[in-house]
């Protein structure tokens, strides 16, 4: 069984920077793709980045590329988001999500996912 436990989520006024933490339980990690998505108020689950099996291999959605970089620490079987100059419109429930193989971007694409985090950004 795969667990995924997101941390890291807060209030941060428009500009500032946070650090969200998914932390993957079971044997497997380093054979994970890994994936970042947010669901804002009203709104569809969309995705916001991924890595794959390698640490070199990532993708970013268009609204984020520039200001959030994800990376993984297979020593600590854990995947990070860092988010730079948030914006009001980054305000959404972010979820991390893994699969098996190379970086994804369908949620339907993930098997696991985590119960996710709440980030807040004011104006």
């Known amino acids: 069984q795969v667990q995924l436990v997101e941390s890291g989520g807060g209030l941060v006024q428009a500009g500032g920077s946070l650090r969200l933490s998914c932390a993957v339980s079971g044997r497997d990690f380093v054979t994970y793709a890994v994936g970042w998505f947010r669901q804002a108020p009203g709104k569809e689950r969309e995705f916001v980045a991924s890595v794959g099996v390698s640490i070199v291999s990532t993708v970013y959605s268009d609204s984020v590329k520039g200001r959030f970089t994800i990376s993984r620490d297979n020593a600590k079987s854990t995947v990070y988001l860092q988010m730079n100059s948030l914006k009001p419109e980054d305000t959404a429930v972010y979820y991390c999500?893994?699969?098996?193989?190379?970086?994804?971007?369908?949620?339907?694409?993930?098997?696991?996912w985590g119960q996710g985090t709440q980030v807040t950004v004011s104006s």
């Open positions: 999500a893994a699969t098996w193989g190379s970086v994804k971007a369908r949620r339907d694409e993930y098997h696991f």
